[in-house]
C-alpha cells in the first residue's frame, strides 16, 4: 500500500522560508517522479515542483528561484525547500507520486504566509 505522509507546514512572515518533508513507503522510492502540489482555498490544485528519478527537476514559473525540490533515496523522502515566501504561496501543500499511472497522494500540509 502506497503511503506518503507530508510534514513541515506552519505559519511564516513573508520572506521567510519553510521546509516540507514526505516520507513515501509502498513504492520503490528510487524508481518514482515525486511531485509537490498546492491547494490554495477556492483554487484548482496546481503543480509546483517535480523531481525525477534521475534528480532532473521541474518548477513552476511562480516558484522558479524560491523553491527548491530535492530527494534522498536511502530515507525514501522528497523535500521541498521554500525560501522568499509570499502571501501567495499561503496553500495546503500536497506530495504526490504514481504507481501502475494510478496517483497516489499526502494528506497535505498546511502553509500560511502572512504579510
Known amino acids: 500500500q502506497v503511503q506518503l505522509v507530508e510534514s513541515g507546514g506552519g505559519l511564516v512572515q513573508a520572506g521567510g522560508s519553510l521546509r516540507l518533508s514526505c516520507a513515501a513507503s509502498g513504492i520503490i522510492f528510487r524508481t518514482n517522479a515525486m511531485r509537490w502540489y498546492r491547494q490554495a482555498p477556492g483554487d484548482q490544485r496546481e503543480l509546483v515542483a517535480t523531481?525525477?528519478?534521475?534528480?532532473?527537476?521541474d518548477y513552476a514559473d511562480s516558484v522558479k528561484g524560491r523553491f527548491t525540490i530535492s530527494r534522498d533515496n536511502a530515507k525514501a523522502t522528497v523535500y521541498l525547500q521554500m525560501n522568499s515566501l509570499k502571501p501567495e504561496d499561503t496553500a495546503v501543500y500536497y506530495c504526490n507520486t504514481q504507481k501502475w499511472r494510478a496517483d497516489y497522494w499526502g494528506q497535505g500540509t498546511q502553509v500560511t504566509v502572512s504579510s
Open positions: 523531481i525525477t528519478s534521475i534528480g532532473i527537476t
